[in-house]
């Protein structure tokens, strides 16, 4: 049995996914500054650049399912 996603659930799925990303990106970049390798860690680092980007991509998609507007106003559907 095949389930198709929504919108909301993809979208869900996606801010989910880029959030976990970026926070296993940041754990790595911690570990290894700890450990005085900057060139792998300034890899991982854009790696979390990347997610927040994605992040910020999403948040600000029309697939967002806030009812709110950015400014903190209700939508009105």
Known sequence: MTTEMTDRERWLH???NAV????M????TKRLLA???TARAAF???DAETGCETC???LHSSADPSPQTPDGRVREE
């Open 14 to 16: 996606d801010l989910r």
């Open 20 to 23: 976990n990303t970026t926070g």
């Open 25 to 28: 990106a940041l754990a790595v």
């Open 35 to 37: 450990a005085g390798d």
């Open 44 to 46: 991982f680092l854009s």
């Open 56 to 58: 910020r991509v999403l």
